[in-house]
């Protein structure tokens, strides 16, 4: 989807994505 | 999370017997870390249990700047916390279970 990107980094594959709402703690 | 203000969490279900997990870390308590980091945002990433170290995944996430050089001790403390629990339910529960 748009809202992952992926990232290499010395071979290793990073995922990114929003964190689901229900799981940020309110700050 | 309390101590580092990092959460990592299964990405996948553990089948036990692969070294390969997939892991996701976020930030859950921002206050907690000192350099620039992205709140809500999630990483995804592998971790061999065999040949990969938390710092070295840290190292790299700090690379990629996800986080600032300040934090890697923690979130190198976050995914080994992780990866402990892991190895001790693994060491449990026999492989294929």
Request: charged share 35%; aromatic share 6%.
């Amino acid at each position: 989807s748009s809202l992952t990107q992926v990232v290499h980094s010395a071979g290793r594959r990073f995922i990114v994505s929003p964190v689901p709402e229900s799981r940020l703690r309110e700050s | 999370a309390e101590d580092t203000g990092l959460r990592v969490e299964l990405a996948e279900e553990d089948d036990y017997s692969n070294s390969s997990l997939a892991l996701r870390l976020w930030v859950e308590d921002p206050k907690k870390l000192k350099g620039k980091h992205k709140d809500n945002e999630a990483i995804e990433f592998s971790f061999n249990l065999e040949t990969d170290t938390p710092e070295e995944v840290a190292y790299e996430m700090v690379k990629s700047g996800f986080f600032h050089e300040s934090d890697s001790k923690a979130v190198a403390k976050s995914i080994r916390d992780r990866v402990t629990l892991i190895k001790k339910i693994r060491e449990k529960k026999p492989a294929g279970c």
